[in-house]
């Protein structure tokens, strides 16, 4: 479509969010954590992140670089480590989606920077 070839941009960060969340295998960071699941979860985490939320806001235009998507995806695998202890699934999963996203991340911002 014509937004195709005028929004590179868009393009790029679709892909890129499409690539991060291939990641989440276990899904773990799909959605919002639930709060009636994980009562106590705002008394330590101020700003939640999740990928359904960071999709919204890349379909409403509020990611203008890869630095913008890539602000919330550290602030998404930051709450879990800080929320959850170390021996759980949860904090081992975001160790993992760090090292593995940081790649994707890397390659983006490649590809970014060379399409100008
Ligand atoms: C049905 C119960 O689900 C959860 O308790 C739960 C589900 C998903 C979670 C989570 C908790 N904690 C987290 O930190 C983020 C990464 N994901």
Do not use: W
Not at 9 to 20: C, E, G, K
Not at 59 to 79: G, P
């Amino acid at each position: 479509t014509l937004e195709m070839q005028l929004t590179p941009m868009l393009m790029l960060l679709r892909a890129t969010l499409d690539h991060l969340q291939e990641k989440d295998t276990a899904h773990i960071f799909a959605q919002p954590v639930n709060l009636k699941e994980v009562p106590d979860y705002l008394e330590f985490i101020t700003y939640p992140m999740d990928f359904s939320t960071m999709r919204s806001k890349l379909e409403s235009h509020a990611y203008r670089s890869v630095a913008d998507l890539e602000a919330d995806f550290n602030l998404m695998v930051s709450n879990c480590l800080l929320y959850n202890t170390k021996d759980t699934v949860f904090y081992k999963a975001a160790l993992r989606l760090r090292d593995l996203g940081g790649a994707v991340l890397r390659h983006a911002q490649r590809q970014a920077t060379n399409a100008g």
